[in-house]
Each structure stands twice: as structure tokens, then as C-alpha cells.
Nanobody, 119 residues
């Protein structure tokens, strides 16, 4: 029913760029807060960036100035533009949608897409 389908991950050299996409279905997309999380091996899953239904933005300090989250409600898609990538950005990146409210305490996860940044 609810699907978050991610694309755009891959292998990139340090300093390069990637653009992740998350296409949502089975939800009223325009009313949801959307976000990108990442998890590196042996580490906790962490919030990278989030965008609310009214466009309010939130970024992890580690990616401010390098990553940009955006959404296109006509396409039910949220994006993460990642520039100036660093090896420490290497992780599995997950798309998330809120379920009941504006926060993502309860929500849905995408399957995750691998981002690997080589030095």
C-alpha cells in the first residue's frame, strides 16, 4: 500500500555530487513531512534533512551548506541534492514519511539506497 521508492544512490568520488529521489505512493503526500536519514555501518541511523508540508527545512549540522532537500508535490517525490561529498557521507540513505502528524516519530521507511564516497 505505502511505498517509498528511492533512486540515485551509487559510487562517487570525494567532492562529487549525487541526487537522490524518493517517489511516494499510498499516502497523501502533500500533507506529510518528508525526510532523509542515513546509517553507516556500526552507527545509529541519523536524520540528514527534513522538509515539512509547508516547506520548513531542517538539516544535520554535518551536511549544512552541502545538501539540499526539496519536494515536488505534483510528482509525490522528495529529493536530496548532495554536493561536495565526503567519505564520511558514505552510508545507506533512507527516505521517510510521517504518518499521523507533522513529525516523523511514526512513519514509513523506504528500503534504503547505498551511497559510497571514495577518497
Amino acid at each position: 500500500q505505502v511505498q517509498l521508492v528511492e533512486s540515485g544512490g551509487g559510487l562517487v568520488q570525494a567532492g562529487g555530487s549525487l541526487r537522490l529521489s524518493c517517489a511516494a505512493s499510498g499516502i497523501n503526500f502533500a500533507t506529510k513531512a518528508m525526510g532523509w536519514y542515513r546509517q553507516a555501518p556500526g552507527k545509529q541511523r541519523e536524520l540528514v534533512a527534513a522538509i515539512t508540508s509547508d516547506g520548513n527545512l531542517n538539516y544535520a549540522d554535518s551536511v549544512k551548506g552541502r545538501f539540499t532537500i526539496s519536494r515536488d508535490n505534483t510528482k509525490n517525490t522528495v529529493y536530496l541534492q548532495m554536493n561536495s561529498l565526503k567519505p564520511e557521507d558514505t552510508a545507506v540513505y533512507y527516505c521517510r514519511s510521517s504518518r499521523y502528524g507533522i513529525t516523523m516519530d511514526y512513519g514509513y521507511w523506504g528500503q534504503g539506497t547505498q551511497v559510497t564516497v571514495s577518497s
